[in-house]
């Protein structure tokens, strides 16, 4: 099979490079899960009844803003994961085991998002998790006891890889933290693996973030081999093509570090980054590549897989999901010299959401395209490299990471691609 009909997106994309972060030693090859393990093509995902969009339908149908509740009315009618970053074991486990419940009797799959894990975010928006490994270990297992024997799937801690204390600003001079890290992640994998029909997937931050090798080493080192696979794009706002191609390097990166010629063993530092720039240092980093919304370059990363991998067998590479929560627009490209830190992450403006959920992608190793952001909520309270105290693209001080705000819901509706109903005759 070839890469194009691997990937069914263009090649016209960008950027050789082979100088990653040192992503560390490969484990072993990631195993093929059992099927009880890998979602349906026609899996159907739960609807939450109580999720922030439909609140927010009722209030714009009160107050005659018929277009925003019909909008609204739509997106509560999607499925979108249900983030658990709170409570005892006790108290997880008996929201998990309700919602369990209720997906049975709708014969529909719930998507949970495990967001605990300590140190989690560095001192950033999101900032908290457990107090220490015993009690996030202890709160995962109740998660897992929720679950229990039914079907659901599981995206484990996003950016705690792609973000490991390492590299906060603080840094972690002795190491200790980011081993505890790794520990925490491998320890809920192990755990929510257990369950036999839990579809677990490892988060790895997005296309726009850890070189390819420095991505697939820290999944391997965070017992990737234990699960169907991994994540991307969760909360941002990278192209679906784009993330398609970065997961696909990915995946072909872990297998030629575990299966691939004995010189590539462990080495998962010698694959080919997506940042390139032959006017920059060839050092793989973020920064010193073309700008990144510029892939025209990217052909050159496909060339080096088609070398150095060639066509592993597509039963033997690692599957993925991604969050097209927000990407229908793509990602936001700040006014050059604007800001001193644009945060392009935080409450992009202008953005839309993307491609609808699907287990039925139409690609061999996307599992599913879902909506792992809470749709309508802040990712924090952006001051874009000013003083503040307002965000500068919108005037007003943004809300509390994971509050609602009924602005940003709107627009990201208004602004979806595909357009929703109501506004595909626009």
Same mark, same amino acid.
């Not at 009797?105 to 107090?131: E, I, K, M």
């Not at 491998?186 to 997005?206: F, M, N």
């Not at 990602?331 to 491609?355: Q, T």
């Not at 001051?383 to 940003?408: I, L, S």
């Given at each position: 099979?070839?890469?194009?009909?691997?990937?069914?997106?263009?090649?016209?994309?960008?950027?050789?490079?082979?100088?990653?972060?040192?992503?560390?030693?490969?484990?072993?090859?990631?195993?093929?899960?059992?099927?009880?393990?890998?979602?349906?093509?026609?899996?159907?995902?739960?609807?939450?009844?109580?999720?922030?969009?439909?609140?927010?339908?009722?209030?714009?149908?009160?107050?005659?803003?018929?277009?925003?509740?019909?909008?609204?009315?739509?997106?509560?009618?999607?499925?979108?994961?249900?983030?658990?970053?709170?409570?005892?074991?006790?108290?997880?486990?008996?929201?998990?085991?309700?919602?369990?419940?209720?997906?049975?009797?709708?014969?529909?799959?719930?998507?949970?998002?495990?967001?605990?894990?300590?140190?989690?975010?560095?001192?950033?928006?999101?900032?908290?998790?457990?107090?220490?490994?015993?009690?996030?270990?202890?709160?995962?297992?109740?998660?897992?006891?929720?679950?229990?024997?039914?079907?659901?799937?599981?995206?484990?801690?996003?950016?705690?890889?792609?973000?490991?204390?390492?590299?906060?600003?603080?840094?972690?001079?002795?190491?200790?933290?980011?081993?505890?890290?790794? @520990?925490? #992640?491998?320890? =809920?994998?192990?755990?929510?693996? +257990? /369950? !036999?029909?839990?579809?677990?997937?490892?988060? %790895?931050?997005?296309?726009?973030?850890?070189?390819?090798?420095?991505?697939?080493?820290?999944?391997?080192?965070?017992?990737?081999?234990?699960?169907?696979?991994?994540?991307?794009?969760?909360?941002?706002?990278?192209?679906?093509?784009?993330?398609?191609?970065?997961?696909?390097?990915?995946?072909?990166?872990?297998?030629?570090?575990?299966?691939?010629?004995?010189?590539?063993?462990?080495?998962?530092?010698?694959?080919?980054?997506?940042?390139?720039?032959?006017?920059?240092?060839?050092?793989?980093?973020?920064?010193?590549?073309?700008?990144?919304?510029?892939?025209?370059?990217?052909?050159?990363?496909?060339?080096?897989?088609?070398?150095?991998?060639?066509?592993?067998?597509?039963?033997?590479?690692?599957?993925?999901?991604?969050?097209?929560?927000?990407?229908?627009?793509? @990602?936001? #490209?700040?006014? =050059?010299?604007?800001?001193?830190? +644009? /945060? !392009?992450?935080?409450?992009?403006?202008?953005? %839309?959401?993307?491609?609808?959920?699907?287990?039925?992608?139409?690609?061999?190793?996307?599992?599913?395209?879902?909506?792992?952001?809470?749709?309508?909520?802040?990712?924090?309270?952006?001051?874009?490299?000013?003083?503040?105290?307002?965000?500068?693209?919108?005037?007003?001080?943004?809300?509390?990471?994971?509050?609602?705000?009924?602005?940003?819901?709107?627009?990201?509706?208004?602004?979806?691609?595909?357009?929703?109903?109501?506004?595909?005759?626009?």
């Amino acid at each position: 099979m070839s890469r194009a009909s691997r990937l069914l997106v263009p090649v016209a994309c960008a950027a050789l490079a082979s100088g990653v972060l040192g992503g560390g030693a490969a484990a072993a090859a990631p195993a093929t899960p059992t099927v009880d393990h890998v979602l349906p093509k026609d899996t159907r995902f739960y609807v939450d009844p109580e999720a922030g969009a439909a609140r927010q339908a009722v209030t714009d149908f009160k107050a005659g803003r018929i277009q925003d509740g019909l909008r609204m009315a739509q997106l509560a009618s999607w499925p979108q994961a249900i983030w658990l970053d709170y409570g005892t074991p006790a108290e997880i486990e008996k929201v998990v085991r309700k919602t369990m419940r209720a997906a049975r009797v709708t014969g529909t799959v719930p998507v949970f998002v495990l967001y605990n894990v300590t140190g989690r975010d560095c001192s950033f928006y999101s900032a908290g998790g457990a107090a220490d490994p015993e009690a996030y270990r202890a709160w995962v297992q109740g998660v897992a006891d929720g679950i229990g024997t039914g079907r659901a799937a599981v995206i484990v801690e996003p950016d705690g890889l792609a973000l490991l204390p390492r590299d906060c600003p603080e840094g972690d001079p002795d190491g200790t933290r980011t081993e505890q890290r790794y @520990a925490n #992640i491998r320890a =809920a994998v192990d755990i929510v693996a +257990a /369950e !036999p029909k839990t579809s677990v997937y490892l988060d %790895g931050g997005s296309s726009n973030w850890q070189p390819v090798g420095e991505l697939a080493g820290r999944l391997l080192k965070a017992n990737l081999a234990k699960t169907q696979g991994f994540s991307l794009n969760v909360s941002n706002y990278q192209p679906t093509d784009q993330l398609n191609r970065y997961a696909t390097w990915v995946s072909e990166c872990v297998w030629y570090a575990t299966e691939g010629p004995a010189e590539a063993r462990g080495r998962t530092d010698a694959c080919a980054s997506q940042y390139y720039s032959p006017a920059a240092p060839n050092d793989g980093r973020p920064g010193n590549a073309v700008d990144f919304s510029d892939t025209s370059t990217w052909k050159w990363v496909d060339a080096w897989y088609d070398q150095a991998v060639g066509e592993p067998p597509v039963k033997d590479l690692t599957h993925y999901v991604l969050d097209n929560s927000r990407n229908g627009k793509g @990602a936001w #490209i700040p006014p =050059a010299g604007k800001y001193a830190d +644009a /945060e !392009p992450w935080c409450n992009a403006p202008g953005r %839309g959401i993307g491609v609808r959920p699907t287990a039925n992608t139409g690609l061999p190793l996307a599992d599913a395209y879902l909506y792992v952001k809470t749709i309508g909520e802040s990712d924090g309270t952006c001051h874009r490299g000013t003083a503040g105290p307002v965000d500068p693209e919108y005037g007003v001080e943004d809300p509390a990471a994971g509050a609602w705000w009924p602005d940003f819901a709107h627009t990201l509706a208004a602004n979806a691609s595909p357009a929703l109903t109501f506004d595909a005759g626009r």
